[in-house]
């Protein structure tokens, strides 16, 4: 009996740890970027960010931009957000946006307090209606270095705290992306916290062209091979100088000097498994490229 005690209370410190490293992170945060990736006649990148206080009908909101390019711009500022008591709220931009119905209205997107059992009643801009969602549980999944609160109903993510949702866009949580007959198959793709730093990612992070502030620049010059603890990178002899290792703030890992070879070893033991910039470079020309390992 004293043994089983024992266990039981040990157990009990171990729940009460992992409980104590839960911390609520907002979905309205200055300086945030999301990535995402849509597939519609072949695949496409676009991002959501949100920059820059403002005044809405007296109120303290937050710009909310969409764009494809790789920096936003005043016209790309489809709305504005806030949150207060962990509910997210909209106002549309009626200069950008088309809609005259969503004009000069607030509308609820997430409800980060719903308990599970309760009906939560969201806006779906697409279909200019609000929905309802019965949350049926609530979890906990690891972003980055925090404990995220995940929302389920209908045996689906609803929403997540601080990333908003997985599959289909920031601004239809807890919504099909296939209303209408047409399914673009948005997908999160990282997300940026306001201070640079990663806290969500994919492997097809490496195919936008965005992600990375370092310039990538390609060519037929060079390959590259991946092994369980190695990259390798084939080149014609005499064409480079310098082999470089970058991580996604173009910091550089580990370099090494070429001289007549042809191949170039990037020892990758030391360096967990994610995203990456190899670059060659010489007098005359700089090569960069994003690989997975």
Known sequence: ?????????????????????????????????????????????YRNLIQGDTVVNGGAYKKFYTYQACEATADENLAFVREANKKVYIVFNES??????????????????????ETVTHFDWIALKSVSSVVSKIDTIEVG?????????????????????????????????DVGGL??????????????????????????????????????????????????VLFPEGLFEVVELLDLSGRVLWCDYLSGQTQAVLPMTAYPHGIYIVALSSGRQRVARRIVF
């Open 183 to 232: 399914d673009t198959q948005d997908r999160l793709v990282y997300v940026k916290a306001p201070d640079g730093t990663v806290e969500y990612e994919t492997a097809d992070a490496a195919n936008d062209p965005c992600y990375s502030r370092v310039d990538e620049i390609d060519s037929d010059s060079w390959r590259i091979a991946r092994y369980d603890d190695r990259v390798e």
């Open 96 to 117: 950008l946006m088309p809609v005259e119905a969503l004009y000069n209205q607030e509308y609820l997107l997430y409800d980060f307090g719903v308990k599970p059992g």
């Open 145 to 177: 270095a925090s404990l995220r609160q995940r929302f389920w109903s209908d045996g689906k993510v609803l929403w997540i705290e601080g990333l908003g949702v997985e599959e289909g866009d920031w601004l239809r949580p807890g919504c099909s992306t």
């Open 1 to 45: 009996m004293r043994k089983i005690s024992l266990l039981a209370f040990l157990f009990g410190i171990i729940a009460w740890a992992q409980s104590a490293e839960y911390e609520y992170v907002p979905l309205v945060r200055d300086g945030v970027e999301w990535g995402y990736s849509q597939q519609l006649f072949g695949k496409s990148y």
